[in-house]
């Protein structure tokens, strides 16, 4: 194990800790739970505007 597998570690439970903890969504917060935000191009379809986002969470990815 390396010094990066401990790092990971603290954050996941730092993460963890969130679950009993939110009562405001803070900019540490997003921080903390979100590795990227992709903005695609917006498209316009059957005459309304589309556009859609993906959000990459730390250690779990996008949802879909």
């Known amino acids: 194990r390396g010094l990066g597998d401990v790092y990971?570690?603290?954050?996941?439970?730092?993460?963890?800790?969130?679950?009993?903890l939110i009562h405001e969504l803070t900019a540490e917060l997003l921080n903390t739970l979100?590795?990227?935000?992709v903005i695609h191009e917006a498209a316009?379809?059957?005459g309304m505007r589309e556009q859609d986002i993906d959000i990459y969470y730390r250690f779990i990815g996008k949802i879909e």
């Open 8 to 20: 990971k570690r603290q954050i996941e439970f730092s993460v963890a800790d969130y679950d009993t």
């Open 34 to 37: 979100i590795e990227e935000i």
């Open 44 to 46: 316009i379809v059957d």
